[in-house]
């Protein structure tokens, strides 16, 4: 990823000047049900290193319906509707879907696969890439900012 990447839609925009924490192809349900997509391009950035020019245009909702109390709201615009980013309510982190929000290919692609669950009867990833049931090992959650 470059040093500096941006997207957004027409009404909010975002901004990371730093390197994302994390980077990874997910196959969560979640993920699954809320994108449509089969697997979905994540990337988390610390909470603080992603900015966002109008806060006040977000409309939030809860991220994963199962448990509505859950530490991360899916932010659209309240103009358009564009999905802009998942905030942490506990502001550990922020995140981006490269494909939905905006980013294109500015960031690189995902170098692992996360949540991939055997049980789902799924092909594992063959594609050379580490596969996880869960984020990388090495992952730690930041503190909150």
């Not at 950035?45 to 603080?48: Q, T, V």
């Given at each position: 990823m470059?040093?500096?990447c941006s997207g957004g839609c027409d009404h909010i925009h975002t901004k990371a000047a730093h390197?994302?924490?994390d980077n990874h192809t997910c196959?969560?349900?979640v993920c699954k049900a809320v994108t449509g997509?089969?697997?979905t391009h994540v990337v988390f950035?610390?909470?603080?290193d992603l900015e966002v020019d109008n806060e006040a245009g977000l409309k939030r909702q809860?991220?994963?319906a199962k448990n509505p109390d859950g530490p991360l709201e899916l932010c659209t615009c309240g103009e358009c509707g564009a999905p802009i980013m998942l905030d942490d309510r506990q502001s550990r982190i922020r995140v981006i879907v490269p494909n939905l929000m905006g980013y294109g290919d500015q960031i690189e692609p995902a170098p692992y696969h996360a949540f991939y669950d055997p049980a789902s009867g799924e092909a594992k990833p063959s594609d050379g890439r580490p596969v996880y049931e869960a984020l990388r090992p090495d992952f730690v959650w930041p503190e909150p900012s």
């Open positions: 470059s040093s500096q390197a994302p924490i196959h969560c349900s997509q089969d697997t950035f610390r909470h603080g809860p991220f994963n």
